[in-house]
Structure formats: C-alpha cells, structure tokens
Nanobody
C-alpha cells in the first residue's frame, strides 16, 4: 500500500501563489506516476498535472503556464507550484499515485482563491 500526505493549501488572493506538497510512504518503490487532481463544489474531480517516474509531465489545459509540477524521488515527494491563481482554481486538491500496487489518493487539501 501507499500512503499520501498533502500539505500547503490555504487562502490566497487572485494573482497569488501557493505550493502544495505530497509525501508518499509505504510501497514507494512501486509508484510510477504521481499527480494532482482537484474537485470543486458540485463538479467532478479533474486532472491538474501528473509526472511519471521518467519525468514525463502532463498538464490540464486550464493550468498550463501557471502551474508547475515537480517530483523529488529521493524524498518521495511531489510538488505543485501554483502561480497566477484565479478564483476558478478554488477546489480541494488531491494527491494521487499510481503503480504496481494500485492507485491511491491523499486526504485532500483545500485551496481557496478570493477575487
């Protein structure tokens, strides 16, 4: 199994920045892809960004150029640097891992962007 613990959410004004962190523990050797998803009230959970063990990266169109995902394999941690935040970025952000032992989710961290 894999355990994921997120941190770094909060309240920020539009145009501001936040950095999310997600540390993995457990069967970390089995993890291939790590990423971030978000879910706004009344909406489905959606992909924000993913990064593979090989460094391959995928972004949602809505965050390209504003968000940057990175991964530190030595620390078993994935980061999401969020710049130029917009009110529509308000959501609960979830860390995700996918690999040989399955797909896992963190508990989520709230990001609120005020206008």
């Amino acid at each position: 199994q894999v355990q994921l613990v997120e941190s770094g959410g909060g309240l920020v004004q539009a145009g501001g920045s936040l950095r999310l962190s997600c540390q993995a523990s457990g069967s970390i050797f089995s993890i291939n892809t790590m990423g971030w998803y978000r879910q706004a009230p009344g909406k489905q959970r959606e992909l924000v960004a993913t990064v593979g063990r090989d460094g391959s990266i995928n972004y949602a169109h809505s965050v390209k150029g504003r968000f940057t995902i990175s991964r530190d394999n030595a620390k078993n941690t994935v980061y999401l640097q969020m710049n130029s935040l917009k009110p529509e970025d308000t959501a609960v952000y979830y860390c995700n891992s996918d690999g040989l032992v399955g797909n896992y989710w963190g508990q989520g961290t709230q990001v609120t962007v005020s206008s």
